[in-house]
């Protein structure tokens, strides 16, 4: 069965510190992956997908299929990255808008 | 371009009775996904639907349903409401066809059942 697992619910670093948020997934085909965030009051949006490989706000992501992961990094943290960040599995072509979602971590940015 | 619009943005019901909450999609958009959002069990996906047909579903109880429109518009209704039902419920709209579309999710339906 699908799963996502994100098993940090909270992570706090110092502005300027290196961040990486865990996430490991179980899925027996091909799976797309996705980092979504919610800032404070905002909708969840699309931060990045695996499909991509591109860097979005110095945040970047690499599937690694061996250990199942797509651990979310980036190498300095500012203030304005703290917020929740969803891992996301998306089962294929035909499941496309049927995300699995982890459970969450949010992330604290002390200055 | 407008973005995904849910409505109404709260809601308090009492067990036992029904809600509908409604979505509309980005102009353009096909398909339409929806979430329960809970604090225990996170982002739990209920149904999708494309074209006014459900393609994908999820593991809820058949107390859940949903219709889409042919202007893509959908709603989902939840009959004999559960205390255990109030959560946020998010809908995500996307072109609904090949893997580079992307999903955008609207502000969600606060539901509360007392």
């Known amino acids: 069965a699908q799963r996502v697992t994100q098993p940090e619910k909270l992570l706090s670093v110092f502005k300027g510190a290196p961040v990486e948020l865990k996430c490991n997934y179980s899925?027996?085909?091909?799976?797309?992956l996705f980092w979504y965030v919610q800032y404070s009051r905002q909708r969840l949006q699309l931060l990045l997908r695996h499909i991509s490989r591109e860097s979005i706000k110095g945040f970047t992501a690499d599937l690694n299929k061996g250990e199942t992961s797509f651990h979310l990094k980036k190498p300095f943290a500012q203030e304005e990255d703290s917020a929740m960040y969803y891992c996301a599995l998306s089962a294929g072509v035909d499941n496309f808008n049927k995300f699995y979602f982890g459970s969450g971590t949010k992330l604290n940015v002390k200055p | 371009k407008a973005g995904v619009t849910q409505t109404p943005r709260y809601l308090i019901k009492t067990r036992g009775q029904q809600v509908t909450l409604s979505c509309s999609p980005i102009s353009g958009h096909r398909s339409v996904s929806w979430y329960q959002q809970t604090p225990g069990q996170g982002l739990q996906f209920l149904f999708e639907?494309?074209?006014?047909?459900?393609?994908n579903k999820g593991n809820f109880p058949g107390r859940f349903s949903g219709r889409q429109f042919s202007n893509s518009r959908s709603e989902m209704n939840v009959s004999t409401l559960e205390l255990g039902d109030s959560a946020l419920y998010l809908c995500?709209?996307?072109?609904?066809?090949?893997?580079?579309?992307?999903?955008?999710f609207g502000q969600g339906t606060r539901l509360t059942v007392v």
């Open positions: 899925y027996s085909g091909s799976p797309e």
């Open positions: 995500a709209s996307s072109m609904g066809a090949g893997v580079r579309t992307e999903a955008f």
């Open positions: 639907y494309f074209s006014e047909t459900q393609r």
